[in-house]
């Protein structure tokens, strides 16, 4: 993904500065550019001559210092500098520390992947490593769901139309359903996933940003610190989620998976309640859930908006549909609108749908590490996690970590244990499918 996401920048001419590759390799540099070529697929040769030119590799091991030296050299007189670790986690800190002994913390930023700690604590601790080398300021936590044109879109959908804002509270929201389903099962990640499972893996970064995106108030002004105050203040205000308001599941299975160790207690799945205590959504429930070798592949927020407090329409009995707002994510993206309509000829209503493909409308979306990528140059803190939020979200996870309950087992190709449908108030809605 960052090697495809350097070229498209290159190609659209945002991107025309050096590029060093540090990796323990055999490779040299033509080597490393045509692994680049195959990593890129089809590329045109202008763009590509151009991004190769600016390829540089300094070949070892993050654990010798000669490597640090060898990459002090190969910048030297580069200008200000961006550092993206693309390596695990367990190598921040010291890769940080390596920087630092070399002068390359001076004018520079550091980028990490998620995964940002493996729970409150280490979370905390790594963070204070890593501020021994780099302030916050230029600290960069990558959480590419922040990339997504289609989550950047939640905010415009808000905050530059007065249609929804005016009802966007809890007189008039009911609940709010975010689904990320994957169709796929872990069997290429294993070892990974065992270590993690569902919650860290997706729900403690992804979804809960995706939360905060949904459930923040407007900032006061377009400038990032602003927006991602408005982000820390309503994350702070969610509770610590209680083991009671969880389900966990484990596909059938899963045990049998290379690198998943015996007896696993790995959820694969979790369907989750959380609540705000603020005044905008005090006592609406937020309900959550992530699965492996789901039905589809789909990422979709729905709310649910309250029902009139009079029925003018008889339904044989039975109560008018509620409104839905479905925000679809993934794999396309857009928004539709449940309303109300009456069926000819009678006094009964159905739900009709109006949707809004944005890629039919708009044209393709561009892709999330390119807008990544492009934020780590220029230094918009936008799409990363700042700190204070990354600690926010360990805590509001932390009671399921510490007390997590046996996973329940699903079988491939469901929505999950069946007990997990009773977290929304009536159970989930049936996700879109297409916008056709």
């Known amino acids: 993904m960052i090697l495809p ?8 001419g945002r991107l025309d500065l050096p590029i060093i590759g540090v990796a323990r ?3 040299d540099l033509d080597g490393l550019r045509e692994h680049v070529r195959a990593a890129c697929g089809g590329v045109h040769d202008a763009a590509f001559d151009k991004l190769a030119g600016n390829l540089r590799l300094v070949s070892g091991d993050y654990g010798d210092p000669a490597v640090f030296a060898r990459l002090r050299d ?16 367990s190598l921040f800190a010291s890769v940080a520390e390596g920087l630092a002994g070399e002068g390359l913390n001076r004018e520079a930023r550091l980028v990490v992947e998620k995964p940002f700690g493996h729970d409150l604590d280490s979370a905390r601790a790594l963070n204070a490593e890593l501020l021994k080398y780099f302030d916050e300021d230029h600290l960069r936590r990558v959480d ?16 530059a139309n007065m249609l929804l804002e005016p009802i966007w509270n809890r007189s008039y929201i009911r609940s709010v359903q975010i689904t990320l389903a994957e169709d796929f099962d872990v069997t290429e990640r294993g070892g990974f996933y065992d270590a993690n499972g569902t ?26 610190r602003a927006q991602l105050d408005e982000k820390w203040r309503v994350l702070r205000a969610v509770q610590p989620i ?24 790995t959820e694969t799945y979790v369907a989750l309640r959380a609540y705000i205590d603020n005044w905008r959504w005090a006592g609406v429930p937020w309900c959550i859930r992530s699965g492996k070798a789901m039905p589809m592949t789909d990422l979709e927020v729905v709310a649910e908006l309250r029902r009139p407090p009079v029925a003018m329409f008889a339904n044989g009995g039975a109560p008018d549909s509620p409104n839905l707002i479905r925000f679809r994510l993934q794999p ?29 409308v708009l044209g393709p979306l561009e892709a999330a590490y390119e807008r990544i990528m492009a934020d780590a140059v220029s230094g918009d803190p936008r799409r990363f996690a700042r700190f204070d939020l990354v600690k926010e979200s360990w805590r ?36 879109s499918t297409t916008f056709d």
Do not use: C
Request: net charge negative.
């Open 396 to 431: 509001i996870v932390q009671p399921v970590l510490d007390l997590p309950d046996p996973p329940l087992v699903y079988a491939k190709g469901s929505w999950g244990p069946q007990p997990a449908q009773d977290i929304p108030p009536d159970g989930w809605h049936e996700i």
């Open 144 to 159: 590419h769901f922040l990339g997504k044109e289609p989550v950047e879109d939640l905010m415009v959908f808000r905050f």
């Open 5 to 12: 996401a350097l070229y498209r920048l290159t190609a659209d």
């Open 199 to 224: 919650i860290r893996d997706v729900v403690q970064n992804h979804l809960l940003q995706l939360l905060a995106i949904l459930a923040m108030d407007a900032p006061p002004s377009k400038d990032a």
């Open 74 to 89: 190969e910048a030297e007189g580069k200008g200000f500098l961006v550092h993206y670790l693309a390596v695990p986690p």
């Open 332 to 360: 396309d993206a857009g928004v539709t609108f449940d309303l109300l309509a009456k069926e000819p000829g009678r006094q009964h209503t159905r739900p009709v749908p109006v949707s809004v493909d944005f890629t039919k």
């Open 242 to 265: 209680s083991p009671a308001d969880v389900v966990r599941g484990q596909y059938d299975g899963y045990l049998d998976t290379e690198g998943v160790r015996p007896g696993s207690t």
């Open 25 to 27: 390799t055999d490779l």
